[in-house]
């Protein structure tokens, strides 16, 4: 059974930080690229950013680029988000996932993802 827990989300003001983690089980982390995505209400769920199998590749949507951080550490089956200078429209709940399939590769299209977590919401201030 594969699970994915995360947390770390909370409220913060406008140009604060905050650190994301996902706990993962049930499944050999290391061979899976993992990703964020994040679902504001009444929006779609929109890719955030992703990591090869490896940690050795990321990938950012325009909208964070510069201001998140994707990284994984293999040995404690966990993957993070650090999140700076966050902004109002930052607003979501965020979720991580696993890929389909062993690759070398990262995705940002949702389908390619099979399991996910159960989301931790992130309140931005103005």
């Known amino acids: 059974q594969v699970q994915l827990v995360e947390s770390g989300g909370g409220l913060v003001q406008a140009g604060g930080s905050l650190r994301l983690s996902c706990a993962a089980s049930?499944?050999?982390?290391?061979?899976?690229?993992m990703g964020w995505f994040r679902q504001a209400p009444g929006k779609e769920r929109e890719f955030v950013a992703a990591?090869?199998?490896?940690?050795?590749?990321?990938h950012y949507a325009d909208s964070v680029k510069g201001r998140f951080t994707i990284s994984r550490d293999n040995s404690e089956n966990t993957l993070y988000l650090q999140m700076n200078s966050l902004k109002p429209e930052d607003t979501a709940v965020y979720y991580c996932a696993t890929a389909r399939y062993y690759s070398t590769t990262y995705y940002t299209a949702r389908n390619r993802y099979d399991y996910w977590g159960q989301g931790t919401q992130v309140t931005v201030s103005s």
């Open positions: 990591i090869t199998s490896s940690g050795g590749t990321t």
């Open positions: 049930g499944r050999t982390f290391s061979r899976y690229a």
